[in-house]
């Protein structure tokens, strides 16, 4: 069970900031933050026009041009460097991965990364390990009969070397498949069998994984029809949590219609989930029963699709199929190693696919569905 002055702090999160990506009907399929500790960093955010646009995290703006036109197809995913904080990845359908400059106008990527002729090269998740020397990509099948891939590229020479690697070491790198295994591999071994070091299943498609726990040891799984493992990667995959019904758990005003992400913070597991009106339950998952911790309303109207826990500012970046961004924070303030400061709220014009930020309270129209 978490602390509570951690649940203190979640029940205090309230709507601080909003952004809308455009007036045209989009979802907000995936988002990123840099990883540096100051409020004028960028949260990169992908829409299911294939664009990619950048905020300034404590007002909310959009930065520089209205959007870049970043791939052809689906993006699958995007993330920012973990030591170069000034380049951006995203991973996508069109069988590329590209890297750009958050320096620049981003006309261009930086750098390309692509697969073997071989292989299918459609990209459905991807990350960067803790140096930032090498990406990973999983692949989508040819057919129902053919393999998938995972794929390996030295970053520095551009290479191909061979999805989600540990957050402090580089050589641990976990995967996870529709086909509802989750592989554990160790890149520092020579070979492709003696890297495998862990095959887990978790019994249904997967949709998220990530690391938990103390010295981040174990893994959480998320899957496409909402159930939830978490494993001991150091003590041959013991199960640690098996959660089947989480939905018919949480009823009544606490009642849930979807999982969407976990995070960590001081070695307490929390899980994201919403309902289909756009409310987000931030549930307790730590302790011998889930519990609901807070309910954040009156943010987005729509399926909340990607949510990001930002521990140095104590705040929750959320994006939904409403084209909305939202940043909760406690009392409408970021926490930084200076102090606690005011979130400033900045007016946009929204003509012409500009972003439109709004301040707390401000009515927003229901959309309706792209597609």
Known sequence: MADTELTGLFSQLQLAGLSELSQKEIYVLDLAVQHIDSTEKLIAATSSNHNIRLFNYGSGSLKGSQHVTAHTAVISGIQFGKTEHHLLYTSSFDKTIKCWDTRTNMKNPVQIL?????????????????????????????????????MFWDRRQGSLMGVCFHPDDPDRVA???????????????????????????????????GWCGEQKKNLYCLT?????????TQNEGDDVMELKDLKETLTGDNAI?????????????FLTTGTHSGDIRLVDVSGETPSVVTTLSKGHNSTVRVTYWDNKTGSLVTGGEDSYLCLWSKDGQLRTPHGTVSVTESQVSSSHGKVKSKTKGSSHKKKSRPY
Do not use: Q
Not at 224 to 232: A, F, G, K
């Open 257 to 269: 219609d979807y999982l969407v992400d976990c995070f960590d913070v001081n070695n307490s597991l």
């Open 114 to 150: 692509e697969g073997y002729d071989e292989t299918n090269n459609i990209f459905t998740s991807f990350d960067i390990n803790s140096n930032d020397r090498v990406v990973c990509a999983g692949t989508e099948p040819k057919n129902k009969n053919s393999d998938t891939h995972i």
């Open 224 to 232: 496409h029809i909402d159930t939830m493992n978490v494993w001991d």
């Open 175 to 209: 995967t996870g498949s529709t086909d509802g295994l989750v592989c554990l591999f160790d890149l520092g071994e020579a070979s492709e069998d003696d890297a495998l070091k862990l095959t887990l299943n978790s019994e249904s498609s997967v949709a998220k994984i």
